[in-house]
Each structure stands twice: as structure tokens, then as C-alpha cells.
């Protein structure tokens, strides 16, 4: 994340106010309501692409900013700037906040690096998945 910038939640998974399963987003600002998706080659098929759409969707709908960053982006110096423009629009939305998030891994809400931390503590080295290190085999949203 951009300095100065609270560290996001990693696959938390998100409800609406009624308790609906909205999706898991893979960073989320809590405090800015700013779902971060990252599209890899994983996304480029047409079944999950249309299944990214919806998902994107349903947390504009509950009241989530979306994000979306590709593989190229990760290495642009422009990145920095999206980031804080799409957390400035949405901590300056007026959209009523319908939506709340679940711990990813139990009932204290985890950043990215003390999930990181964690695994590393509880599980043996292995080697990371190639298109994303940070990804959950079989998730939700896998």
C-alpha cells in the first residue's frame, strides 16, 4: 500500500447489512470502504471474468469503492497515485455503507502482515503458488 495508507484486511469476506455473502475481495480498507482487486492471468477467461464483473458488482451495491490492479500496474509508479485517488473518492463518498467485514481467519481482523507472519510461524515452507504469493488455494473466490 502507499505510504501513509492503513494496511488492508487480506480475503476477508464481506456481508451486506442483512448478512448476505457479498464476496472476498482480495485487499480491503476498512476504514476507506475500498475494495483492491488484482486481475492476473487467472482472470482472462470469459467464465471468470464475467464471475469478477459480478462480484465487483454486488460490493458496489453494498456500498464498497473498487480498485482494480493487473500485473503491469504492479511495477508502474502511477500506482500510488490510483490508489490514493480511489481511497480519497472513497472516503469522500456520500453512499450509504451496507456492508461489514468478517475476519479473514477468526475472530481478530488481520492485516496482510500478520497473516503473512502467522502462516509463516504455523506451516512448513512450501512453495508459493506462481501467479500470486499472498493467494489461498480453494478460497471463496479461488
Do not use: K, Q
Not at 114 to 132: F, G, V, Y
Amino acid at each position: 500500500m502507499a505510504a501513509g495508507h492503513p494496511r488492508p484486511l487480506c480475503n476477508a469476506r464481506v456481508h451486506d447489512d442483512a448478512g448476505a455473502f457479498v464476496g472476498v475481495p482480495d485487499l480491503l480498507d476498512v476504514e476507506a470502504g475500498l475494495a483492491i482487486e488484482y486481475d492476473g492471468a487467472a482472470h482472462r477467461s470469459r467464465a471468470r471474468h464475467r464471475a469478477d464483473t459480478h462480484r465487483r458488482e454486488r460490493f458496489e451495491a453494498a456500498g464498497l469503492a473498487v480498485l482494480v490492479v493487473v500485473a503491469g500496474d504492479l511495477d508502474d509508479p502511477g500506482l500510488d497515485r490510483r490508489l490514493t485517488a480511489a481511497r480519497s473518492r472513497a472516503l469522500a463518498s456520500t453512499a450509504p455503507r451496507r456492508w461489514e467485514a468478517d475476519p479473514p481467519w477468526g475472530p481478530a481482523r488481520f492485516t496482510l502482515d500478520e497473516r503473512i507472519e502467522h502462516r509463516e510461524s504455523t506451516t512448513r515452507p512450501r512453495r508459493p503458488p506462481a501467479e500470486c504469493a499472498d493467494s489461498v488455494p480453494g478460497g471463496p473466490d479461488d
